[in-house]
């Protein structure tokens, strides 16, 4: 009797797609509530580090908004509009769906 071979599915490879992903990331959650001036200074410090660092791009995941009062996301546009106004911000987007999609801004420096 022979072993049954189970049919593995591959992946599919991108071959590209380490070139775009974020080279570091800080997530928002199991912080507590937080003011619009604990979210700044928290992402000013995230920053700041990842210039020391010379990162590029990263990701900041800021949850959908699930939890807030009324559902609504409050990070996100908060940290989103802040980001925009950074001279040194190139692009601030939503991330990939496969990094979290609605609940992450995937952001790129030009220090």
Do not use: W
């Amino acid at each position: 009797m022979g072993k049954k071979r189970k049919k593995e599915r591959r992946q599919k490879v991108n071959k590209f797609d380490n070139l775009s992903k974020p080279q570091e990331e800080f997530d928002f959650h199991d912080r507590g509530m937080l003011t619009p001036h604990d979210v700044r200074a928290l992402a000013d410090k995230f920053i700041e580090e990842c210039r020391d660092r010379g990162l590029t791009k990263v990701l900041f995941i800021t949850g959908k908004g699930l939890h807030s009062r009324n559902g609504m996301p409050v990070i996100k546009p908060l940290l989103k509009k802040y980001l925009q106004d950074k001279s040194f911000v190139k692009r601030v987007y939503e991330g990939r769906r496969d990094r979290g999609g609605s609940g992450t801004l995937e952001v790129i420096f030009d220090f």
